[in-house]
């Protein structure tokens, strides 16, 4: 099956900042990366999506890059913001293949520093 | 609210009980997905309808649980002979495609 690895764990950027997490993939069927913020005690939310057709993808201050040849997307936010603190994962599937159910990273919590 | 929504959102059980939880979906959304999630972890996959039709399985998906989407609408997952490592988030998502799966806010399971 799928496993997806995701670093750094923990992740410390003064606020104005830019801050980049990192994820792997072991199967290469998967064609379908999405990144979710989840704040304490609160459901997993979509941020920023990208299928494997497109290299990258960019929503205001957040931008996915997609690399299948290594199997790897980074998930990039500039101007790092308060309000952007949270635990980000990111997570992988094969759409449409039968195998539609997500596989999660382990997590990175990013701390914005005022 | 027209987002996902899951009742109870608090259940506490005495080992051995069985539980059951509810999933409503996104109203237009066809497919519908069970994640368990601990602490400081991400969440693991349980299992996935798209109408009424189960169409994948999780190997966490022990022969303890089971998962019915009857009308093809709102889901139940059902756990017997709870156990203290069944305590966790269970979380619910539905999409309308094969991308862009939404969640709910997740029935709190705690095992004593």
């Known amino acids: 099956g799928e496993n997806v690895e995701q670093h750094p764990s923990t992740l410390s950027v003064q606020e104005g900042d830019s801050a980049v997490i990192k994820c792997t993939y072991s199967?290469?069927?998967?064609?379908?990366f999405p990144w979710y913020k989840q704040e304490l005690g609160k459901r997993p939310q979509l941020i920023i999506d990208?299928?494997?057709?497109?290299g990258e993808k960019k929503d205001q201050r957040i931008a996915v890059t997609l690399n299948k040849t290594a199997k790897h997307f980074s998930l990039h936010i500039t101007e790092t913001q308060p309000e952007d603190s949270a635990v980000y994962f990111c997570?992988?599937?094969?759409?449409?293949?039968?195998?539609?159910?997500?596989?999660f990273g382990k997590g990175t919590h990013l701390i914005i520093q005022p | 609210d027209t987002g996902v929504s899951q009742n109870p959102r608090h259940k506490i059980t005495k080992r051995g009980q069985n539980v059951t939880f509810r999933c409503d979906p996104i109203?237009?959304?066809?497919?519908l997905y069970w994640y368990r999630q601990t602490l400081g972890q991400g969440p693991e996959f349980l299992t996935y309808?798209?109408?009424?039709?189960?169409?994948?399985k999780s190997r966490l998906l022990s022969d303890r649980f089971s998962a019915e989407r009857p009308k093809g609408s709102f889901s139940t997952l059902e756990i017997q002979r709870t156990e203290q490592g069944d305590s966790a988030m269970y979380l619910c998502?539905?999409?309308?495609?094969?991308?862009?799966?939404?969640f709910g806010p997740g029935t709190r399971l705690t095992v004593t």
């Open positions: 199967d290469s069927a998967s064609n379908y």
């Open positions: 109203s237009e959304h066809n497919r």
């Open positions: 997570a992988a599937s094969e759409a449409g293949g039968g195998a539609d159910g997500l596989t």
């Open positions: 998502a539905s999409s309308l495609y094969h991308y862009e799966q939404y």
């Open positions: 309808f798209q109408n009424e039709a189960q169409l994948e």
């Open positions: 990208i299928r494997s057709n497109v």
